[in-house]
T-cell receptor, first 116, second 109 residues
Framework: DTEVTQTPKHLVMGMTNKKSLKCEQH?????MYWYKQKAKKPPELMFV???????INESVPSRFSPECPNSSLLNLHLHALQPEDSALYLC???????????????FGSGTRLTVV | DQQVKQNSPSLSVQEGRISILNCDYTNSMFDYFLWYKKYPAEGPTFLISISSIKDKNEDGRFTVFLNKSAKHLSLHIVPSQPGDSAVYFC????????FGAGTRLTVKP
């Protein structure tokens, strides 16, 4: 299995809702990542879970909270989001931590989030 | 601070011709430079990479060139095929991975 699976593929939520994005990989990779991508912009790193340690991009607001139940799962909990949080959320994994070396990351297909 | 830049948002070429996608970076400490390809409704997929100590890496129709003095890399696709139509992201890795904004390549039959 060489895939990173993200669910749901699409999500529409209100500003008072609580929802979760799920990401799963079964490649035995030791690092997982959440990226946010707005249209015509580069993916921006939000969180890294590497070797059982969580690293947070300090610019990410607290209405986003990651959770890593085990080494194969990395969830992203969403609460009280704003319309400007609407974006494509990409999950990725790499065999080792850091920047993934010459083979980079394996990405999921993303969750298209719309906040209304 | 955008450390990796792709200044051309789009590129259109004829089938069979060469496609050249460009990327500039500002940080000399990157270890690897990578190209990802993204189709609609799919995540980016790894295409080819180059170590910072090399100046060329070739894989089939795809060749990446690195010019360290100019802090510039390019991806050449020869010959271009309609199936190559996608968004191409340049990325640079050091302590983490930084991405460019992407270039949409359209290969016309």
């Amino acid at each position: 299995d060489t895939e990173v699976t993200q669910t749901p593929k699409h999500l529409v939520m209100g500003m008072t809702n609580k929802k979760s994005l799920k990401c799963e990989q079964h490649m035995g990779h030791r690092a997982m990542y959440w990226y946010k991508q707005k249209a015509k912009k580069p993916p921006e790193l939000m969180f890294v879970y590497s070797y059982e340690k969580l690293s947070i991009n300090e610019s990410v607001p607290s209405r986003f909270s990651p959770e890593c139940p085990n080494s194969s799962l990395l969830n992203l909990h969403l609460h009280a989001l704003q319309p400007e949080d609407s974006a494509l959320y990409l999950c990725a994994s790499s065999e080792t931590g850091g920047a993934g070396g010459p083979y980079g990351y394996t990405f999921g297909s993303g969750t298209r989030l719309t906040v209304v | 601070d955008q450390q990796v830049k792709q200044n051309s948002p789009s590129l259109s070429v004829q089938e069979g011709r060469i496609s050249i996608l460009n990327c500039d970076y500002t940080n000399s400490m990157f270890d690897y430079f990578l190209w990802y390809k993204k189709y609609p409704a799919e995540g980016p997929t790894f295409l080819i990479s180059i170590s910072s100590i090399k100046d060329k890496n070739e894989d089939g129709r795809f060749t990446v060139f690195l010019n360290k003095s100019a802090k510039h890399l390019s991806l050449h696709i020869v010959p271009s095929q309609p199936g190559d139509s996608a968004v191409y992201f340049c990325a640079a890795s050091g302590n983490d991975m930084r991405f460019g904004a992407g270039t949409r390549l359209t290969v016309k039959p």
